[in-house]
């Protein structure tokens, strides 16, 4: 075979997800041909997809080394910058081609998720909305402007952008998704007869089974057929934990460490200089008003809410954790010292993304792991920590999907959900009595009940100037929102998502009663 049907037959694979057996092809015929720059790229992109990119960013120099004129690539490598957060070498880059190319669509919709990923979400609409002119339409590039149209309060553009690809795509699984979270049910039949049309594809994998069963769930909720809803939910959460092969002893694990270490621990004994930010982590389990907290303090003219990062997280694993266990000796050696890794290691990601604000948001739920190191390494900062009636709580976890199955696969079955609130709730009370003054703990229904005085009682346990601007939070469009509360945080606080788990007790009963106990 010559190479260049070997080429096109990983190509292929590439299109087909095999990318171990992409990696593994393109390392033999880099052996026996190595000045070819396409078998470069096509390497580069399977390790990006695996989300190795140090790997990728090699193979791509190396590309672009070879072939000058290979443009793929040279997109490739510019966002393989963007990956390493590199922002600076990737927004040269892409500056640079835009000058070769000033009309290349795929260029331009590149850049535009550059934008979208240093949080520049004006120009990223902007780029988006012309390379889809300049594209003629592509299906693509329309799917990403719907997403930002939603993630920015833009819901009317969006839903328009959805409905035009269920056009041409009638099967677009992410598509009939994205449009589900922006309808009401109770006045709309249309779109969920179309979703049950295409939930009976048989061809469909099980993962997209699974998200339609999502989108099909919320629909039958919106029409208080709460029967039909559990049934959809159900087997969503069936169909994406019988592919998951989750292991919730991690879980476990760090947690009890965590506790081993730091009951040992003085803090009177840290006296590390904060530079000159104020960080509001507010955490506690998903789905329990986190995002609505974020609005509410981002809405604040001193603050900005940075959503959800995992920088506090790959911080402490990087200085302080070895084989899911913290280095006791390298903690405490660092407590002593003048220094501070982890708070210049945060600082340092969040400089990459031009945030100017002297207080900024940290949404990151499972955050509530890291309170110890926040009250060890960021003595100017304030933990929020959102509670919810624990019934909510549970099945708003279970009805919903999250994308991220690294820190939400527990999510998916019932039981990995009641054992990972038992072991939040340890944890809670072990940070709540090592430290009681340090977390201000809101509860959610408090919030609803009497929004007004919790709100303001929020803003000055954050030590904050009063801005009547919290208010008025659901007015906030300083940034996105990206998870499964994008209707929901935009409105006036509601009360109707209170006690709403009693509607399901017929499905759950049993394990709210476990709950309880």
């Not at 880099?30 to 390497?43: E, F, H, K, R, S």
């Not at 939603?150 to 449009?179: A, Q, R």
């Not at 929020?384 to 199955?405: E, G, H, I």
Request: proline share 2%; hydrophobic share 35%; charged share 30%.
């Amino acid at each position: 075979m010559d190479i260049n049907k070997k080429i096109e037959k990983i190509n292929s694979k590439l299109s087909l997800r095999k990318f171990d057996e992409v990696i593994s092809e393109c390392k033999k015929l880099i052996n026996i041909n190595p000045d070819t720059g396409v078998v470069y790229n096509l390497a580069g992109l399977a390790f990006q997809a695996k989300k190795k990119h140090k790997e990728s960013f090699n193979y791509f120099i190396k590309a672009t080394e070879l072939d000058k004129k290979d443009f793929a690539a040279k997109i490739n490598l510019a966002n393989a910058y963007m990956y390493l957060d590199d922002y600076n070498s990737s927004e040269k880059l892409f500056s640079k081609l835009l000058l070769e190319k000033p009309d290349d669509y795929l260029l331009i919709a590149n850049y535009a998720n550059f934008k979208k990923k240093i949080r520049d979400f004006k120009s990223a609409i902007k780029l988006y909305e012309e390379a889809l002119k300049k594209s003629n339409y592509k299906i693509f590039i329309m799917k990403d402007l719907a997403k930002i149209y939603s993630n920015t309060g833009e819901f009317e553009k969006s839903k328009e952008l959805y409905e035009k690809i269920l056009t041409t795509i009638p099967n677009s699984i992410d598509s009939h998704v994205g449009l589900s979270r922006l309808i009401n049910y109770k006045e709309n039949q249309i779109h969920l007869d179309q979703m049950m049309q295409t939930y009976k594809n048989k061809d469909l994998k099980d993962n997209d089974k699974a998200l339609l069963a999502f989108a099909i769930s919320k629909a039958y909720e919106d029409k208080k057929d709460y029967e039909k809803s559990y049934f959809f939910f159900n087997e969503g959460n069936q169909l994406i934990n019988s592919n998951l092969n989750y292991n919730f002893e991690n879980e476990k694990k760090i947690a009890n460490n965590i506790k081993k270490i730091f009951v040992k621990l003085n803090y009177d004994v840290s006296k590390k200089i904060s530079m000159n930010k104020k960080i509001i982590f507010v955490c506690g389990l998903p789905r329990s008003g986190t995002t609505l907290v974020e609005q509410i303090l981002s809405s604040h003219k001193d603050a900005s809410g940075i959503g959800e990062v995992e920088y506090l997280e790959k911080g402490i694993n990087e200085i302080y954790f070895q084989d899911n266990k913290i280095l006791n000796h390298k903690l405490i050696e660092d407590i002593h010292k003048g220094n501070n890794l982890l708070e210049e290691f945060y600082l340092k990601k969040l400089k990459k993304l031009n945030f100017n604000s002297a207080v900024l948001i940290d949404k990151t739920p499972h955050n509530f792991r890291w309170i110890g190191f926040i009250k060890l390494f960021f003595p100017n900062s304030k933990v929020v920590l959102c509670k919810r009636n624990l019934d909510d709580n549970f099945l708003s976890l279970y009805k919903n999907y999250f994308a991220s199955t690294k820190h939400m696969g527990w999510s998916f079955d019932p039981e990995y959900i009641l054992k990972y609130i038992d072991m939040y709730r340890q944890l809670i009370s072990f940070w709540r009595d090592k430290y009681p003054e340090f977390i201000y703990e809101l509860e959610y229904e408090n919030l609803v009940k009497d929004n007004v005085n919790q709100i303001k009682k929020l803003i000055d346990k954050c030590g904050l100037p009063w801005d009547q601007n919290c208010l008025s939070h659901y007015k906030n469009r300083k940034g996105t929102i990206n998870t499964v509360s994008i209707i929901q945080a935009r409105k006036p606080i509601y009360s109707s998502s209170l006690n709403f788990s009693s509607l399901y007790d017929k499905y759950l009963s049993k394990y709210y009663k476990r709950l309880k106990s």
